[in-house]
């Protein structure tokens, strides 16, 4: 399903991976593609959260601010690393060679695993792109996908900016899709 993605939507994705990583964080959920989505500044999908005065440094914050008040604290992956060590595998050894081998940052550890409410954000993502006719996905696509996801964070994070969720779903549509009925 990636290769339908714009380039665009790929950058996006592959921020949300970075957001929940530089969180601390080892999973992506909903909360984390709305912040990459807000990372891809030219996509269309940061241009209509900017103007409906979402932020990604604000974003980061009431992301963190939402996931502490649903008890879910950032670990960075310590439970994993945990689990290693008492295996006798050194994980930041490791790390320590792949960046003096593949550069900093090449090796992250544990992957970060997508919530099932991100997977269904992005199957959604398939279904709005087809509803509007297309068969590549863009970061709207993705923004559009995320809205139908209620069980998601993302929600409550764009709640905490008194964004609606329809009023962006209208503002995305207008702009993709300006003579639809």
Do not use: C, W
């Amino acid at each position: 399903m990636f290769e339908y993605f714009t380039d665009h939507g790929k950058r996006a994705v592959a921020a949300s991976q970075d957001e929940a990583v530089a969180l601390g964080y080892d999973f992506i959920g909903t909360e984390h593609l709305l912040l990459g989505l807000l990372a891809v500044e030219e996509g269309t999908a940061s241009e209509v959260l900017r103007e409906h005065n979402v932020g990604l440094e604000r974003a980061r914050q009431e992301t963190v601010r939402v996931l502490e008040a649903a008890g879910i604290a950032a670990s960075g992956g310590q439970p994993a690393r945990d689990a290693l060590t008492s295996l006798g595998i050194d994980v930041t050894e490791i790390q320590r060679q792949a960046d003096a081998s593949f550069g900093t940052g090449a090796f992250q550890f544990p992957r970060p695993v997508y919530t099932a409410e991100a997977r269904t954000a992005l199957t959604n993502t398939l279904g709005e792109a087809q509803a509007l006719g297309r068969d590549t996905f863009g970061t709207e696509h993705i923004l559009l996908g995320l809205l139908t996801v209620p069980e998601g964070h993302a929600l409550e994070v764009l709640a905490g900016f008194e964004t609606d969720p329809a009023a962006l779903r209208e503002t995305v549509l207008a702009r993709i899709a300006p003579d639809r009925p």
